[in-house]
């Protein structure tokens, strides 16, 4: 309550820390404090999760003017004060509804489960409606918990490398924020079994667990790698001097195409039939198991702010880049592709795939019959034996967009064997591509 009201508030704690009180209280005060000119719009993802906040916006408006002197509307979702500061409740779960609030203004914008947001790309749209044209400053509010198919984004564009209780600048909009910790333990009002309650997952997802009651946003996993990603197992050096002869003779490249959403182009290679002794990161040596997966570069057009919305490379420009790399690596142009880039919206209109073999880049369709779990069973098998005698699955650490993205994607809500579609998949879908769908992918070592 403290901070100055031109600083923007990130409430990113951990569960059952208060953030949704505290939220309804600043409205409060921004109400009292401007007294007939503070417009507040409050964001959740859906209309059903938005029906908690209205009933505690509600009960804790009429605890402070009394029960019948607050005006509210139930399905258009607003309340006004005494004194006609309005508070304003909505769900932004697409560019659709984005729609509703043009034209509209709103000197504070708060957006609830800030994680559960399917893009960054809505935060940033729903901004244009934060302008006021009265005394009332305008703020941001956002809060959440770790998880769900915004933490990437969040992480990447707010969190990484910033330090809590700091005022820190976003460099996309000039706004300044604050990143304001919580966890269960500063919430007295907390019933002391909820604590209890969540101990169930550590045992399923401990990464989860810990965000959950620590609010470490770092430690998190997805649902659907939960239990198997583990990158003190998974995670080696990069292979800064080059590639060993005969790893760079299997290795292969596997290409996700995207111009909205990210491309991702990755490099990867099997072991072959004998163990291989690496460096680990701690620094000493360890042995991946014959018959082994080592993920060794990548390429990505992902936005550095979202890594689920490209930066609008064209086909020929990326096409270039991963001709270069692969010159870097001394391996030939040549691998797979997703299927559908080789189908053409028109006669007239040339292919992705065509695009990139204009530039010397040889692809050929991936092959990806059937559905998308039986591949991704694999993989999770593959990165559950890492660190075992069995053949497992690695990356170098210089593979920071799969590293980011790959572990916290969530399961799908209608087909649990598969991720959410609407989550960072991309590296994913080359990964699959490259270790279960490449038919003649494998590349060559020059020379």
Sequence with gaps: MAVPEEINLF?????????????????????????????????????????????????????????GNVQSNAQAGYFKTPDGSLIQCGHLESKTDVLRWQGQSYDCIVFDEFGQLPSMQLYDLMLASLRTTGPAP?????????????????????????????????????????????????????????????????ATDPGLHAAWVSGDWDSIQGEFFAGVWD???????????????????????AIDWGSTAPAVALWLTNIGRAPLEVRSLAGGIRTLAAGSWLVYEELSTAEPSDPNRGDGTSAGAFAIEVRECCARWKVQARGVM??????????????????????????????????????????????????????????????????????????????????????????????????????????????
């Design 231 to 253: 990158p003190d197992r998974i995670v080696i050096p990069s292979f800064d001097h080059g590639l060993p002869p005969h790893l760079a003779r299997a290795s292969r490249l």
């Design 138 to 202: 305008t703020r941001v509010i956002c809060a959440g918990n770790p998880g769900g198919l915004n933490h990437g984004a969040i992480v990447r564009r707010f969190l990484r490398s910033r330090k809590p209780w700091q005022a820190h600048t976003d460099e996309l909009t000039g706004h300044r924020y604050l990143i304001v910790p919580g966890t269960m333990d500063d919430n007295p009002l907390l019933p002391a079994s909820y604590k209890t309650q969540l101990g169930g997952i550590a």
């Design 338 to 447: 997703d299927s559908s880039t080789f189908a053409s919206a028109s006669k007239d209109q040339a292919t992705v795939a065509a695009l990139f073999r204009a530039e010397r880049v040889r692809v050929r369709p991936a092959k990806k019959k059937g559905r998308r779990a039986p591949r991704l069973a694999q993989i999770r098998q593959l990165l559950a034996n890492a660190g075992t005698s069995k053949p497992g699955l690695y990356f170098t650490a210089n593979c920071s967009y799969s590293l980011e993205t790959i572990p916290s994607l969530p399961r799908s809500t209608r087909n649990p064997e598969d991720t959410d579609p609407r989550a960072p998949d991309h590296a994913l879908d080359a990964l699959s591509y490259g270790i279960v769908g490449s038919g003649s992918g494998f590349t060559v070592r020059n020379g």
């Design 11 to 67: 409430l990113l704690g951990g569960r059952g820390s208060g953030k949704t009180y505290l939220i309804c209280l600043e409205i409060i005060r921004r109400a009292e404090r401007y007294p007939g000119n503070s417009r507040t719009l409050v964001l959740r993802r859906t209309a059903t999760s938005l029906q908690e906040f209205k009933f505690q916006m509600l009960e804790l408006l009429e605890l402070r003017y009394g029960r």
